[in-house]
């Protein structure tokens, strides 16, 4: 399970051989007094599984949507594959169209069918081929076994089934990095494991993730790093064993203890 | 990156500073180039109607500075009655239209009759003409001899609020379908009765929703009451028809449009105020 950050692969067309996907150095985010990211440096490599945990409102969100560029920042440099896209020059489409991103709430299109909703990407932004797109579609909602529903709309669909063919849709275009933002916290506790599941699968296959997630013995088991989050600062991360084994800090024990059962 | 000064407050960095003076940059650049392009596009217009053999007549006949100036002060007398008849249809038709859209919600079959007249009344008052509506309500009406005799603005603004609150109450109808159901269902809950939960939980979400397409109406509405100049009311418009006979001259209808777009001008902003600050709370600070 563990696939340590020095055995990645260089992205390709990254910039540099040990350049990481996706990089964060001294992140702001502020809304008038209330700062809600305080100088955040963060490094997710090739094939690395990063879990943020923190209370609700330590800025977990926030800085996913920084990533993707749907939150402005005002202060720091985020970089993609080596790469500036804080940079206001940057088309932040083409960034866009690089990142997966899976919300707390599906988000799919409830006018769309479940294979257009997975194809919509690939054929207006990437501009693949419909019966490409489509055939790519199929063979993702097969491997969720949701080959079935791919002409069904997204409301006959149980939330644990929206959400996967959420994270398929988020994958169907082959993005270097996925952001998942508490993508189990909407769901019914039975609907969870097949969610989980899914992700798990996605780690093991070497998909570079980056998640938002409440669930802490899911990022123990699943996550390569955890970092904990207070107040818009990193206060702790570290190997995901090790951070719940031991952790170092008094505030990520308290949180710990607040979270944890027993 | 973001460096602490010595009293720990934050300052922006040398590389956000740059950026911000890119983003001036931009603006600025934005500003120029839709300025330049106005400018062309205005230069072309005005070459192609001052260039057009016609011009100097129609200069004549529909801008003449003297004649809008002698004209004006009957045909703002004329827009005080238009403004006068504004503020009474604009009440009248939120109380008809709310009423409208209310009993349309009406559940259960005693109400069956009331649903039928407010479904039969949107669709009628929303298919005839308005002008038909103020012949008739304007000359027909009085003359069943029912009512004191009352000046024709008083019909003139019976027939706008008929023929708005239609159109309005329809508006409402529509902001009240899109509160999400399950608003109803903890209303209920909570022990409201169905006037409650329409009184005070869907339809202050539902105003709410409609705002920026009700303010629209009002736009429609601040120029159509220039049409009760047909019963004879002498407002801008029939002020400008008469000052027209007595110059004539075009200049007062024009002198009359551009009073009535000065009257709408305030709320075309408002609405468009209105409905970006709508968005922006919907966005919560997202920026797509």
Do not use: C
Request: charged share 20%; proline share 5%.
């Amino acid at each position: 399970m563990s696939r340590a950050a020095d055995e990645a692969q260089p992205p390709a067309g990254a910039a540099g051989e040990r350049e990481p996907v996706l990089a964060l150095s001294g992140v702001r985010r502020a809304y008038g007094e209330h700062v809600v990211l305080d100088g955040v440096d963060l490094e997710v490599r090739a094939h690395e599984v990063v879990a943020l945990i923190g209370a609700s409102g330590s800025g977990k969100s926030t800085l996913l949507r920084t990533a993707n560029l749907l939150e402005p920042i005002d202060d720091g440099v985020i970089r993609l594959a080596g790469r500036d896209i804080s940079d206001p020059r940057v088309d932040a489409d083409a960034v866009r169209a690089r990142i997966g991103a899976v919300f707390q709430h599906y988000n799919l299109f409830p006018h769309l069918s479940v294979l257009d909703n997975v194809t919509l990407a690939s054929r207006l932004v990437h501009r693949t081929s419909k019966a490409e797109a489509e055939r790519r579609g199929q063979e993702l909602l097969a491997s969720i076994g949701l080959a079935n529903f791919a002409r069904a709309y997204p409301d006959r669909l149980s939330g644990g089934q929206q959400q996967r063919v959420a994270i398929v849709r988020a994958l169907a275009t082959g993005p270097e990095l996925l952001l998942l933002d508490e993508v189990t916290s909407a769901l019914d506790p039975e609907l969870v494991g097949e969610v989980l599941a899914l992700v798990r699968s996605l780690a093991d296959g070497g998909t570079t993730i980056l998640m938002a997630t409440h669930e802490m013995a899911f990022a123990r088991d699943v996550a390569d790093r955890v970092v904990f989050l207070d107040g818009g600062r990193i206060v702790e991360q570290g190997p995901s064993r090790e951070f719940f084994a031991a952790p170092r800090e008094e505030r990520t024990r308290a949180f710990l203890a607040r979270v944890l059962p027993g | 990156m973001s460096a602490a000064s010595p009293d720990g407050a934050w300052r922006p960095s040398e590389l956000e500073l740059g950026r911000r003076a890119f983003r001036r940059r931009q603006t600025w650049r934005s500003v120029l180039v839709s300025a330049l392009s106005t400018l062309v596009f205005a230069g072309l217009l005005a070459w192609a109607v001052l260039g057009s053999p016609g011009w100097a007549r129609v200069a004549e006949t529909f801008f003449d500075p003297e004649v809008a100036i002698a004209s004006l002060p009957r045909i703002a007398q004329g827009l005080l009655l238009n403004l006068q008849v504004l503020v009474f249809a604009a009440v009248g038709v939120l109380l008809v239209a709310i009423t409208l859209a209310t009993l349309r919600t009406l559940r259960g079959p005693v109400f069956f009759p009331l649903r039928a007249i407010a479904a039969g009344y949107t669709d009628l008052f929303r298919g005839v003409p308005l002008l038909i509506v103020l012949y008739l309500v304007g000359y027909g009406v009085p003359a069943l001899e029912f009512f004191p005799r009352l000046p024709v603005a008083v019909w003139g603004t019976i027939a706008i609020v008929l023929v708005y609150s239609a159109y309005v109450a329809e508006v409402f109808r529509a902001g009240i379908e899109a509160v999400h159901p399950s608003q109803r269902l903890a209303a209920r809950s909570l022990g409201l009765s169905h006037a409650q939960t329409m009184r005070r939980v869907v339809l202050p979400q539902a105003i709410r929703k409609v705002t920026p397409a009700l303010m629209n109406d009002f736009v429609a509405m601040q120029k159509d009451v220039g049409l009760i100049s047909v019963l004879g009311a002498v407002d801008a418009v029939r002020a400008a028809q008469i000052e027209t006979a007595h110059y004539f001259n075009f200049t007062p209808y024009v002198v009359a449009g551009l009073l009535f777009v000065l009257l709408a001008l305030p709320m075309v902003r408002l609405t468009d105020w209105v409905t970006a600050r709508m968005r922006r709370r919907e966005q919560i600070g997202s920026i797509v």
